[in-house]
């Protein structure tokens, strides 16, 4: 929970581009997959009242060379 915020995150790793940046991964269907299982857990634990909040963290590059991509609120609680 961040500030009253509970989030959900999503790790993508690539070890190369050819198949595009981690984040590319997280497709519609995929979000829609990730909003489901965030309100089933957040009713769970009497949770669904705090707003949510879906970030994707995406770690690519090349061995030696990794780099970081952190979107915050990188989709909404519909899956856009």
Do not use: C, N, Y
């Amino acid at each position: 929970m961040e500030a009253g915020v509970t989030v959900f995150v999503e790790v993508k790793q690539r070890s190369s581009d050819g198949h595009g940046e981690g984040f590319e991964a997280v497709t519609h269907r995929k979000r829609l997959r990730i909003v489901r299982a965030a309100r089933l857990f957040a009713a769970s634990r009497s949770l669904s009242e705090s707003p949510l909040r879906f970030d994707v963290i995406s770690l690519g590059g090349p061995v030696g060379r990794p780099h970081l991509r952190h979107d915050r609120g990188a989709f909404d609680a519909e899956g856009r």
